[in-house]
């Protein structure tokens, strides 16, 4: 199975993404403070994660710094978050997030957009936000 670390605080949306992903052979390990995101990050072996999704909309957690400690660890990171928020969007964008996504693409396609990232690690969107449909 791939691992996959997700800081998200939401415990149900975390829920939501552990129990979409796993049925593409995927587990979802949740971080929910920086600390937790971290250890993640140094995870070895099969603990290891080979994508990092990361919610904007995350308070209280400098998830800009998880993002480019992400990067620099040599992590693809998907970010996602709400369609109005661009100034997130472009924040998220410049810490080294190779997406970001709204939140409605990301509940509808979280399969689709987590294996595209994880096939082009290094590949860089910079469209336009996409609206919530």
């Known amino acids: 199975m791939t ?5 998200e ?15 593409h052979d995927m587990v979802v390990k949740t971080a929910r403070t920086l600390s937790i995101f971290e250890q993640g990050l140094s995870a070895e072996g099969a603990e290891k994660p080979a994508l990092v999704i ?7 957690i400098d998830w800009e710094a998880a993002i480019r400690q ?24 410049a810490a080294g997030a190779q997406r970001v996504v709204a939140n409605s693409k990301f509940s509808s396609d979280m399969p689709g957009l987590v294996k595209r990232i994880m096939a082009e690690p290094d590949a860089v969107d910079v469209s336009e936000a996409e609206e919530d449909s």
Request: no cysteine.
């Open 54 to 60: 990361v919610n904007t909309a995350t308070t209280g």
């Open 3 to 7: 691992t996959i670390l997700a800081l």
């Open 9 to 23: 605080k939401d415990l149900f949306f975390a829920v939501k993404m552990r129990d979409t992903l796993r049925h």
């Open 70 to 93: 992400a990067r620099a660890a040599g992590y693809p990171v998907l970010a996602f978050g709400s369609h109005m928020d661009l100034e997130a969007r472009a924040k998220a964008l």
